[in-house]
């Protein structure tokens, strides 16, 4: 396992180095002087040169490239061109408004999804079934923006329950926290469920034709004790890679759903950095969402040779 771990992360060194060189060029083509644009209408030349070089936007190309990789080596990603504050620093302000956002929302994904994706491959061609594929083809084709404004008219603007928009920290006012999270986890969340929901059925329904499901029930065991200990352990061992890529997505920054309610999260940061030419900020988001992804996938990995004596790690 060890073996196995330093491999992979040795792998993952070499992605994010691919990843910021990829970016790094991609900056190079957005059109516009993220200098000038942070200095705003009036400012004179001594100025501009002395912000220029302190962004080191006055070398190579080449040069500029293997100090951020330098810097990023040793967990600087260098300063923002707006604030003047650390990218590292912004980043991880804003990380845990999107971490309630997102646990929030696969939560209530979860929540929906395990019992109704269960029930439906149970009792595959009911009327539960049916409802329960309607329900997936539905999120899937709805995007989660239509349904926050949605969200937004009928629950803030008609009925007056919910804020329409804003962020209260989670340590600052617990029920305040939850009436401004509600909505835009509400409409991410069922977007996943619904992908998850088509993920548990068919995974359920393929265990449910294996051929130790049909001795369990050839022995006399009860419907509920064969799905919970036969079925729903091995059905479940696909359905975790979905829920990491769901969760790394949602911590990644869901852009227009934070953009939507005014969340100020990794999405939010990345919207405001790209207006802005905040070039630092934005490398330092795409790196962390990158290797967030990667951490992920590395965990995931570990944990199907938990779930499932037979696979194993190499």
Do not use: C
């Amino acid at each position: 396992m060890l073996r196995f771990v330093l491999r992979r992360l040795l792998q993952s060194a070499v992605v994010l180095l691919g990843v910021t060189l990829v970016v790094f060029l991609l900056l190079q083509l957005v059109p516009g002087d993220p200098v000038r644009v942070a200095l705003g209408t009036r400012f004179d030349q001594e100025t501009y040169d002395a912000l220029r070089e302190r962004s080191g936007l006055d070398r190579p190309l080449l040069a500029q490239y293997l100090s951020y990789v330098g810097h990023a080596l040793t967990g600087d990603l260098g300063v923002s061109f707006r604030s003047g504050q650390p990218v590292t620093t912004i980043v991880l302000e804003r990380l845990p408004a999107t971490l309630s956002l997102a646990v929030t929302a696969v939560l209530l994904a979860l929540l929906v999804a395990v019992p109704l994706g269960i029930v439906s491959a149970v009792r595959s061609g009911s009327l539960v079934d049916h409802a329960a594929r309607v329900f997936s083809q539905f999120g899937v084709s709805v995007p989660d923006f239509w349904m926050g404004i949605m969200a937004i008219l009928l629950f803030a603007g008609v009925l007056g329950w919910l804020p329409p928009s804003g962020y209260v920290a989670l340590t600052e006012d617990p029920a305040r926290w939850a009436s401004h999270v509600i909505l835009p986890a509400a409409a991410v969340g069922l977007v996943t469920a619904s992908i998850l929901t088509r993920f548990i059925r068919s995974s359920v329904l393929e265990v449910l034709a294996e051929d130790y499901v049909r001795t369990a029930e050839a022995k006399g065991l009860r419907g509920r004790v064969v799905v919970l200990r036969h079925v729903l352990r091995n059905a479940l061992i696909p359905v975790v890679t979905v829920v990491a890529v769901q969760v790394a997505s949602l911590i990644g920054g869901v852009i227009v759903i934070e953009v939507l309610f005014a969340w100020p999260g990794i999405g939010r940061l990345t919207y405001d950095a790209v207006q802005a030419r905040d070039y630092p900020v934005l490398q330092g988001a795409v790196l962390f969402v990158a290797s967030l992804f990667l951490l992920v996938n590395l965990l995931v990995d570990i944990l199907y040779a938990r779930l499932d004596p037979r696979i194993t790690v190499r």
